[in-house]
Structure formats: structure tokens, C-alpha cells
């Protein structure tokens, strides 16, 4: 079983920054894809970014050149940064794994998801 655990979120004022972490645990013996997600009220789950295991990255238009993946491998940590923060980004953000687990088995696991909030 796989666990993730996201943290970082919160309130900040438009033009903004914050960092989103998701620390994935568990029998863990690779993970390929890790990403962001979001979902804001009244509207369906979106992509917001993934990175792979090699670090090329894919971003959603709408946050491209505001916003960095990264992910330290060892750690089996996925990072958001998320600089220039609008009004629209306001969401809840989701972490996603995908990976195999120690039996060789396939897994996809969702974080609990963390509130950020844009306001001024």
C-alpha cells in the first residue's frame, strides 16, 4: 500500500508564492509519473503539472512559466512551485503517484489534497 502525504497549502495574496510538497511512502519500488492536480469548486479535476521519473516535465498552459515540478527521487518527493499566484488558481491540489509497488505490481495512489487560496 502507498500513502502520500501533501502539505503546503494555504492563503496568499494574488502575485504570490507558495510550495506544495507530496512525500510518497509505503512498499514503494519505483515510481514513473509524479503530479499536481486540481480541482476548483463547480469544476472538474484538472492537470496542472507532471514530471517523470527522468525529469521532463508537462505543464497546463494556463501556469506555464509560473509554476516548477520537481521531484527528489530519493526522497520519493514531488515539489510545486507556485510563483505569481491569480485569482483562478484557487483549488484544491492533488499529488498523484504512479508506479510499482516491491510485488511488481502497478499502482496509482491520490494525495488528500491541500487548499490554496489566492485573495487579496
Known amino acids: 500500500q502507498v500513502q502520500l502525504v501533501e502539505s503546503g497549502g494555504g492563503l496568499v495574496q494574488p502575485g504570490g508564492s507558495l510550495r506544495l510538497s507530496c512525500a510518497a511512502s509505503g512498499s514503494i519500488f519505483s515510481i514513473y509519473v509524479m503530479g499536481w492536480y486540481r480541482q476548483a469548486p463547480g469544476n472538474q479535476r484538472e492537470l496542472v503539472a507532471t514530471?517523470?521519473?527522468?525529469?521532463?516535465?508537462n505543464y497546463a498552459d494556463s501556469v506555464k512559466g509560473r509554476f516548477t515540478i520537481s521531484r527528489d527521487n530519493a526522497k520519493n518527493t514531488v515539489y510545486l512551485q507556485m510563483n505569481g499566484l491569480r485569482l483562478e488558481d484557487t483549488a484544491v491540489y492533488y499529488c498523484?503517484?504512479?508506479?510499482?509497488?516491491?510485488?511488481?505490481?502497478?499502482?496509482?495512489?491520490w494525495g488528500q489534497g491541500t487548499q490554496v487560496t489566492v485573495s487579496s
Open positions: 514530471i517523470k521519473r527522468g525529469g521532463s516535465t
Open positions: 498523484n503517484v504512479d508506479g510499482v509497488v516491491s510485488t511488481l505490481r502497478s499502482f496509482t495512489a
